[in-house]
């Protein structure tokens, strides 16, 4: 947001610019540009709004058309749409891994090995896909996500209670999953250095007791407060990044 301006833009130009820049992200657009667009944005909403004029009258009656509009003015970015689309698959790849790790080992079907990566996948294609449809419709878009979470959360519920009447085939020891819990760390933060946002390091804080069991002789047994308290710093950080993007873009 411009700094010229002692002014705060309502609530209402506020849900239309993070609509409008979900919108135009999940379209693939370039980055840079969509930051440059979204900057001029508000500063033309700022200088409409203290005339006195609404969201409408400064963009228009039907905000889906202008961010259609607006996304065809911009390039497309197709490098940008498979990073987004991975740091998805990074973070979802990550959650799974991590909670499949009991007494150090991976154990798995050759089932749950291919449908649960592919969950993961589709997932993310279809949060793409509601965030540019329903950008504009905060309830569905509300909605639909709750309904498309829900429906992975019971399809992966499935999928493992499937799995456990089949040949664990498929075992990762310790050294392996060692190495791949290095290996996610160092690419999850790598990852969240370069685009400046760290909730994908959130996994690591949520099963840090887990892991902590897993290569130790440590035993946590089932104490409530180390059960809480990844919670609760996994809270704090979402609270902590969403203020630190939001001063960003002050």
């Not at 657009?29 to 909403?45: G, N, P």
């Not at 987004?84 to 089932?111: D, E, H, R, Y």
Request: aromatic residues 12%; proline residues 2%; charged residues 20%.
């Amino acid at each position: 947001m411009s700094k010229n301006y002692n002014y705060t833009i309502s609530k209402e130009g506020e849900e239309f610019i993070l609509n409008l820049n979900m919108y135009l992200i999940s379209t693939g657009k370039c980055e840079s540009e969509i930051k440059e667009f979204i900057a001029e944005a508000e500063e033309h909403l700022m200088l409409g709004e203290q005339e006195g004029k609404s969201v409408e009258d400064i963009f228009g009656n039907s905000p889906e058309e202008y961010a259609k509009s607006v996304a065809q003015e911009l390039s497309f970015s197709k490098k940008e749409l498979i990073e987004t689309a991975l740091m998805f698959i990074l973070g979802f790849g990550t959650w799974i891994f991590l909670s499949g790790i009991k007494n150090g080992i991976v154990t798995m079907s050759i089932m749950e090995a291919i449908l649960s990566p592919l969950d993961y996948i589709v997932i993310t294609i279809l949060l793409i896909i509601l965030a540019r449809k329903f950008a504009f419709k905060d309830r569905k878009f509300t909605i639909g996500v709750f309904v498309l979470l829900f429906m992975n959360i019971c399809f992966l519920v499935i999928v493992g209670l499937l799995g456990r009447n089949m040949e664990q085939s498929i075992v990762i020891n310790k050294t392996i999953v060692s190495i791949i819990i290095g290996a996610l760390f160092v690419l999850s933060f790598v990852v969240s250095r370069k685009i400046g946002v760290w909730y994908l390091m959130m996994s690591f804080i949520f099963y840090i007791p887990s892991i902590i069991e897993s290569f130790t002789n440590i035993s946590f047994g089932k104490n409530l407060i180390v059960t809480i308290i990844p919670l609760l710093l996994c809270i704090a950080l979402s609270i902590f990044e969403s203020r630190r993007i939001t001063r960003s873009n002050d």
